[in-house]
């Protein structure tokens, strides 16, 4: 399960907040695991968590995720964790990388076997007594910018051959292919939003007010801010990146279409148990 460390301003039933009140705002803070959709005014701020990994990249909006695909044979099993984009515009979905040492696997597998035949779906109940497993598992440790970082292991488990192997990469989003971890640092799209760092922590200047993460290297989190054109701070909470990113709402203000597909995908990413808001009295 997501660790979610956010701390909400509980908005006040029916009425404004006492001076100084939070800025008008609204925008998404996204992290490698999360997005946050945050609101703000005279009446609190809120927010509301999906576990939605989100990006932007060319001018398109992306989701990233991790699919799953099986083969089955008699006595074969081959599971694999490819990770894909979605444009949220267009609906389509591209695979960003695969692990091939599974196919590779496969092909010798079918090579010594070549009489065995592909399982549907629908009859692999009975897979605990194959004789041969592979599998691939991948997961997102974050992303930065138009860049995904991830990790991923291999087994392959028979009579004849045990071996794993773990592996850590980088994918660019808007080409579709692994890079190396040295495109980050001189990649001035890597900070999302027009963010500028500052020492410890990255501001983002906006219309009448700045964001502002703050590292923890205690808590290894960044803390979230809002700091009003007054200088108040507004604390929001913590979110799991070195990095996050800030996708503007209000201004300029996206499009209809954008903001449906947006929240289409921030809502369809919902599942019950994360669908609970945390909340904190201001100091």
């Excluded at 005279?42 to 083969?71: D, K, M, N």
């Excluded at 979605?86 to 696997?105: F, M």
């Excluded at 035949?117 to 009975?126: E, K, N, R, S, V």
């Amino acid at each position: 399960m997501r660790n979610h460390s956010w701390l909400l301003i509980l908005p006040l039933m029916g009425c404004s907040l006492p001076s100084p009140q939070p800025p008008s705002a609204e925008f998404l803070v996204a992290d490698g695991s999360s997005t946050f959709w945050v609101t703000s005014g005279p009446q609190g701020i809120h927010a509301r968590v999906s576990p939605l990994i989100l990006t932007r990249a060319s001018g398109r909006y992306y989701e990233i995720f991790v699919g799953e695909t099986t083969r089955s044979y008699q006595d074969a099993i081959f599971s694999a964790e490819p990770i894909y984009r979605r444009d949220l515009l267009s609906g389509d979905t591209t695979v960003l990388w695969k692990d091939p040492k599974i196919g590779d696997w496969e092909k010798y597998y079918l090579a010594k076997n070549p009489a065995a035949q592909l399982l549907d779906p629908g009859d692999d109940d009975d897979q605990d007594a194959v004789s041969l497993s592979a599998t691939g598992e991948s997961d997102i440790l974050g992303v930065v910018g138009p860049y995904v970082l991830y990790t991923h292991s291999a087994t392959i488990e028979s009579p004849e051959l045990e071996r794993a192997d773990t592996a850590r990469g980088v994918l660019d989003v808007r080409i579709g292919k692994s890079v190396s971890l040295a495109s980050i640092v001189g990649d001035t799209a890597s900070i999302s939003g027009g963010g500028i760092r500052e020492k410890d922590l990255t501001r983002w200047p906006h219309h009448g007010y700045d964001v502002i993460a703050r590292f923890d290297p205690a808590r290894r989190q960044s803390e979230m801010l809002i700091r009003d054109e007054s200088g108040h701070f507004f604390k929001l909470g913590y979110v799991n990146s070195r990095a996050p990113r800030i996708f503007w709402l209000d201004d300029p203000r996206v499009d209809a279409r954008t903001r449906s597909a947006i929240a289409q995908a921030f809502e369809g990413a919902l599942s019950d148990e994360e669908m609970t808001q945390l909340v904190s009295l201001r100091k």
